[in-house]
T-cell receptor, first 111, second 115 residues
Framework: GQQVMQIPQYQHVQEGEDFTTYCNSS?????IQWYKQRPGGHPVFLIQ?????EVKKQKRLTFQFGEAKKNSSLHITATQTTDVGTYFC???????????FGGGTRLMVKP | DGGITQSPKYLFRKEGQNVTLSCEQN?????MYWYRQDPGQGLRLIYY???????QKGDIAEGYSVSREKKESFPLTVTSAQKNPTAFYLC??????????????FGQGTRLTVV
């Protein structure tokens, strides 16, 4: 079945440093979505990428979808303590049936 | 308010008992999902449903059962056959996949503890 791998599993950064998490799928995806889960909370949708090579920005967050539609990345510039949480990618299979989540990257920011 | 509601937030059960977790949505979404999250881990798909009266197994369906008799409701039963049922259970819904906007909305989750 479809597998979505995410690295790193954990990342500690000093406030102001940049952060990147990477996501790789075993199969070509229809789209890729990114979610953020704050400690004790539930995942909240951030963004969706659909087109090959697509890049989207949300303030300090930059999302990329690979040319082969099998990998993606999320980059945060100049992290803040409010960025703390676990970031998940989720890939929708080409049949459009199943949303598979990566294992998540837990970001910790030291003030 | 539109949204997806899970109840209860915390649930305690004795080992060997079946327990049913509720998930209701009023977003008129066709697709619904159940995920399991263990401490410090990602989300693993248990079951998903694209339409009423139809559902498919995810990666870890053993020991779980679901029903989808109504569009709004997708209850999950954790049976006594599930060897390690203690976990955080998340329900989600989305507009029928295949549409461009397939964002998933999550409920607040149910923390199940089996003693």
């Amino acid at each position: 079945g479809q597998q979505v791998m995410q690295i790193p599993q954990y990342q500690h950064v000093q406030e102001g440093e940049d952060f990147t998490t990477y996501c790789n799928s075993s199969t070509t995806l229809s789209n890729i979505q990114w979610y953020k889960q704050r400690p004790g909370g539930h995942p909240v949708f951030l963004i969706q990428l659909v087109k090959s090579g697509e890049v989207k920005k949300q303030k300090r967050l930059t999302f990329q979808f690979g040319e082969a539609k099998k990998n993606s990345s999320l980059h945060i510039t100049a992290t803040q303590t409010t960025d703390v949480g676990t970031y998940f990618c989720a890939g929708l299979d080409n049949a459009g049936n199943m949303l598979t989540f990566g294992g998540g990257t837990r970001l910790m920011v030291k003030p | 308010d539109g949204g997806i509601t899970q109840s209860p937030k915390y649930l305690f059960r004795k080992e060997g008992q079946n327990v049913t977790l509720s998930c209701e949505q009023n977003l008129n979404h066709d697709a619904m999902y159940w995920y399991r999250q263990d401490p410090g881990q990602g989300l693993r798909l248990i079951y998903y449903s694209q339409i009423v009266n139809d559902f498919q197994k995810g990666d870890i369906a053993e020991g779980y059962s679901v029903s989808r008799e109504k569009k709004e409701s997708f209850p999950l039963t954790v049976t006594s056959a599930q060897k390690n049922p203690t976990a955080f259970y998340l329900c989600a819904s989305s507009i029928r996949p295949g549409y461009m906007n397939t964002e998933a909305f999550f409920g607040q989750g149910t923390r199940l503890t089996v003693v």
